[in-house]
């Protein structure tokens, strides 16, 4: 079942302490997420997953995990969206350890 657009614009609104830094892409009824034109998790399913990088998984060690899709990766399931200081806290450490790992 495709993602519905308002539960995008909702995972949106309680990323609204980022600005404009954060975008989306529609891609076969989904949603992919960047932060600064990276990619950090998208919309499935009307869920909010993310990439399970280090820090995110150190910021919320008991998150649940899901898959996005049929044979792809599990990734980390977003359930509580209302707590905007913690997820701009998570994207930005996600962004950075992304960012560090892009340098090497």
Do not use: N, W
Not at 41 to 48: K, M, S
Not at 66 to 89: F, H, N, S
């Amino acid at each position: 079942m495709p993602s519905t657009q308002d539960f995008l614009f909702y995972v949106l609104d309680s990323l609204a302490d980022l600005h404009d830094d954060v975008t989306y892409r529609k891609m076969m009824g989904e949603y992919i997420l960047y932060y600064r034109g990276v990619v950090i998790g998208g919309v499935y399913d009307d869920r909010f997953l993310i990439k399970p990088l280090k820090s995110a998984v150190a910021l919320l060690p008991d998150a649940e995990m899901d898959i996005p899709y049929e044979g792809a990766k599990k990734m980390i399931r977003i359930d509580d969206v209302c707590d905007r200081k913690l997820l701009a806290k998570l994207v930005v450490a996600m962004y950075d350890e992304l960012a560090a790992k892009s340098k090497k």
